[in-house]
């Protein structure tokens, strides 16, 4: 078993030098908004955070650590990661990680924002502003180190004048709309996209039924259940919990009425939130916005 405050050492000293968890450079892992239609000036700034660009590296590490895992070597790597180069770690990874998942990964924002244009939210991008919240270490307990970057995250913000913000993942939503003015005094008007959409469906979803699921962050701590069931209800979709949901529920048990279980064109046909949470139910569910 690998030594846990090594890991935690070794991804504050990537946040510390590189301002990531991976030391991947910025150039190599937020790239999806390259050929995408967006302004440079607006009223809310589009803040991804660089969750969903790091969750394939994220998998892939895992893998690694998993591989190794008890070995010599293993113990050795987790010794000295927080020695090697940042840059040249984090390159390493990005070059070892599948191209297919980062394609999924940038996809997913791309559907985000062009749902956004389709409800005509005023909003732009700034890709030198988009960094990452700091999450992981607040996660992992890291919490001087967290109060630190985040300070830094919040101080570039308020210099560019950023008032408005429009995240894509709970985990970066919670970070800046709780966190971080309990840490830095810094408070920013923070919504999460689904918050600000405003779609119709004309024709409807023909009757289609679903299962979604509530991320932790959403259900619990920002009380945003409804919201998204409320977009959905707007074009149609008809919405079936899980076991339960909303601010108490069971994440990831996919209990289903008695009608879908007899009926196997329902059965395991769910939305997701959240991108983390996609790659551990299965198969069976898509994220929200890609549907």
Not at 194 to 217: I, K, M, R, W, Y
């Amino acid at each position: 078993m690998y030594n846990p405050k090594d890991i935690i050492d070794a991804v504050a000293a990537n946040v510390r030098k590189t301002r990531g968890p991976f030391g991947i450079p910025k150039c190599m892992d937020n790239t999806w908004w390259k050929k995408m239609p967006l302004k440079w000036e607006g009223d809310a700034l589009l803040f991804t955070g660089l969750m969903y660009q790091f969750n394939p590296y994220i998998e892939e590490s895992t893998k690694v650590l998993e591989k190794f895992e008890g070995t010599k070597f293993g113990n050795f790597l987790s010794g000295t990661a927080k020695y090697v180069p940042s840059r040249l770690s984090g390159i390493g990874l990005a070059l070892k990680t599948s191209g297919k998942e980062k394609k999924r990964a940038n996809k997913i924002l791309q559907d985000i924002a062009t749902l956004l244009i389709k409800s005509n939210v005023d909003f732009y991008y700034k890709p030198k502003l988009d960094d990452y919240s700091g999450i992981l270490l607040y996660d992992l307990g890291d919490q001087e180190s967290f109060i630190k970057h985040a300070k830094y995250v919040a101080g570039r913000l308020k210099k560019a004048g950023v008032r408005k913000i429009i995240t894509v993942d709970p985990h970066t939503t919670y970070a800046l709309k709780v966190l971080y003015p309990e840490v830095t005094g810094e408070t920013f008007d923070v919504k999460a996209y689904f918050e600000v959409l405003n779609l119709q469906s004309s024709n409807g979803a023909g009757g289609v039924h679903v299962t979604l699921h509530d991320p932790c962050f959403y259900g619990r701590y920002l009380e945003l259940s409804d919201v998204p069931r409320k977009v959905l209800s707007n074009v149609g979709v008809t919405v079936d919990g899980i076991r339960k949901n909303g601010p108490v529920y069971y994440p990831f048990e996919l209990k289903l009425k008695e009608k879908e279980k007899n009926d196997g064109r329902n059965r395991r046909k769910g939305f997701l939130c959240c991108y983390s949470c996609s790659r551990r139910c299965g198969k069976g569910f898509t994220p929200i916005y890609t549907s």
